[in-house]
């Protein structure tokens, strides 16, 4: 049983969070529950802000729009001043280790990590930071499982990336067990 | 100016309808209008039918939900049949040649077309049969303009494969004036 949870994945353009948000539907899918995915375009798409969102839910989703997510993953610091306030209360802040989190704000969890550097130095592509952040999710929420997430990864990667990826997402499950943490306190 | 305009892409997996949406969202963005592009899983999606929707329009876009589409697009007999009541009764409907359509609905529009034969056939392969179809939607429909959506295709598809859809977007265009129509009476 999962409750509805509203995931909104954002960074810049060209980060793949589109099809970061494709997979984690599908392996919710694969998990035997529901999923919308979508990505809504405006004014604010031409201004250099991109983002993807995911629900996921055991019932019927029967409002498709992300009002206050519980997770909220930012890849850039324009991403993040732009949908900081759109996090619930209670949720969960993962931030790209090159942003500049404000520590007033008083948010329920925030767990930064060099997503973006994993992917260029450790992996070895920029563009797979998308399947990193996706495996660091996964680990810090279970709303899918490590199963479902692993073939919705293989199935949705270009064909001939799929080692690639698979070890992005193994570094981003990674992630998840070291202290990138800077706060965990409860509010 | 473009008044809300629903769009539901509908087939079976593997059709790039995903893609499809995606790339009519930006299109659309392009043209300087407002877009959301979505996919629904359900218990449906294990079902064998998969379908990816967009909503354009000139202002903000409130309600992201498709419920009566403007526009229902099916490349498979098992789709049509999920999703025809769907279709708004001012609606059009686009079908794929393999289709066998019951003429006793009364239905505004049929385009009925050889989509995914041009796309085997005659482009070459069958993956981009998703490009032909929103070809000619953009011809049926101008919900975006050629300009925008030649854009999208290009910036969205996987690189090397450019030519390739660039064809099918053109084989897309050219159905649109061939006499696939089975009615155009308004109802």
Redesign the interface.
């Known amino acids: 049983m999962v409750s509805r949870k509203e995931i909104r994945l954002s960074g810049s353009g060209g980060q793949g969070l589109?099809l970061g948000g494709?997979i984690l539907?599908?392996a919710?899918?694969l998990d035997g529950n529901?999923?919308?995915?979508?990505?809504?375009?405006?004014?604010e798409?031409?201004g250099g802000a991109s983002k993807a969102e995911v629900i996921v839910s055991s019932k019927?989703?029967d409002?498709?729009?992300v009002e206050k997510a519980d997770v909220l993953l930012a890849l850039t610091q324009i991403a993040y001043n732009k949908y900081i306030n759109t996090l619930d209360s209670n949720g969960i802040l993962i931030i790209d280790s090159t942003i500049e989190h404000d520590h007033n704000r008083n948010i329920h969890k925030v767990i930064q990590a060099p997503i973006l550097s994993i992917a260029s130095n450790k992996v070895g592509r920029a563009m797979v930071a998308n399947i990193v952040a996706i495996g660091l999710i996964q680990q810090l929420t279970n709303v899918v499982t490590k199963n479902s997430l692993e073939t919705a990864v293989l199935n949705r990667v270009?064909k001939g990336t799929e080692k690639l990826n698979k070890s992005a997402l193994l570094e981003g499950y990674q992630l998840a067990k070291n202290k990138y943490y800077l706060e965990a306190a409860s509010v």
């Not at 529901?34 to 004014?43: I, R």
């Open positions: 589109i494709i539907a599908e919710a899918i529901n999923a919308v995915q979508s990505q809504s375009y405006g004014p798409a031409r019927a989703i409002y498709p729009k270009p």
